[in-house]
T-cell receptor, first 116, second 113 residues
Framework: GAVVSQHPSRVICKSGTSVKIECRSLDFQATTMFWYRQFPKQSLMLMATSNEGSKATYEQGVEKDKFLINHASLTLSTLTVTSAHPEDSSFYIC????????????FGPGTRLTVT | GESVGLHLPTLSVQEGDNSIINCAYSNSASDYFIWYKQESGKGPQFIIDIRSNMDKRQGQRVTVLLNKTVKHLSLQIAATQPGDSAVYFCAENTGPGGDKLIFGTGTRLQVFP
């Protein structure tokens, strides 16, 4: 149980285009999902907290207009990287919280974004 | 932009030996801690967790120790196997009412035969 999927696993896009990444909790409902970014050989950095039915909460330094988050259902959150640039190339990972305030987060397999 | 890659601390152990991976956490108010294993190109995988009212917790081949006095967390892996090779991250929850996880810098574990 507690499986989280991401789609796509890899995406290459041209500079200036937008890319949408989906995060799904497959066998549980997740009121809260999280989006992380990870550069090579570095740790995960939290970008934003996504709450079903409300606006996402972004971490300091993360542009909300560039990284659009939508959490329209209890099993799906999407991250859209708008007007992508090469510096947005990274590994994007989502997680879903099992239960409310239970602190247990289950991670997706990640999406490798390359902007050319 | 993308930062210059940092060199992760690396722990090299021989197969069959025990491994100890250490982590210093930052927030004295953190009340929940987790160890994750991340293999190349994959998302983090839960290993074991511990709450702040405990100082030790054991799982299958793994033990987590928590020292709140010095804000230190360790992961012990018994009889390390080649499949244990990965990057290990500790993460702390920032306290009651907050579900955010703050990840440590990570340690690369290399197991050699």
């Amino acid at each position: 149980g507690a499986v989280v999927s991401q789609h796509p696993s890899r995406v290459i896009c041209k500079s200036g285009t937008s890319v949408k990444i989906e995060c799904r909790s497959l066998d549980f409902q997740a009121t809260t999902m999280f989006w992380y970014r990870q550069f090579p050989k570095q740790s995960l950095m939290l970008m934003a907290t996504s709450n079903e039915g409300s606006k996402a909460t972004y971490e300091q330094g993360v542009e909300k207009d560039k990284f659009l988050i939508n959490h329209a259902s209890l099993t799906l959150s999407t991250l859209t990287v708008t007007s992508a640039h090469p510096e947005d190339s990274s590994f994007y990972i989502c997680s879903a919280e099992l239960g409310t305030g239970g602190y247990e987060q289950y991670f997706g397999p990640g999406t490798r974004l390359t902007v050319t | 932009g993308e930062s210059v890659g940092l060199h992760l601390p690396t722990l090299s152990v021989q197969e069959g030996d025990n491994s100890i991976i250490n982590c210093a956490y930052s927030n004295s108010a953190s009340d929940y801690f987790i160890w994750y294993k991340q293999e190349s190109g994959k998302g983090p995988q839960f290993i074991i967790d511990i709450r702040s009212n405990m100082d030790k917790r054991q799982g299958q081949r793994v033990t987590v120790l928590l020292n709140k006095t010095v804000k230190h967390l360790s992961l012990q892996i018994a009889a390390t196997q080649p499949g244990d090779s990965a990057v290990y991250f500790c993460a702390e929850n920032t306290g009651p009412g907050g579900d955010k996880l703050i990840f440590g810098t990570g340690t690369r574990l290399q197991v050699f035969p």
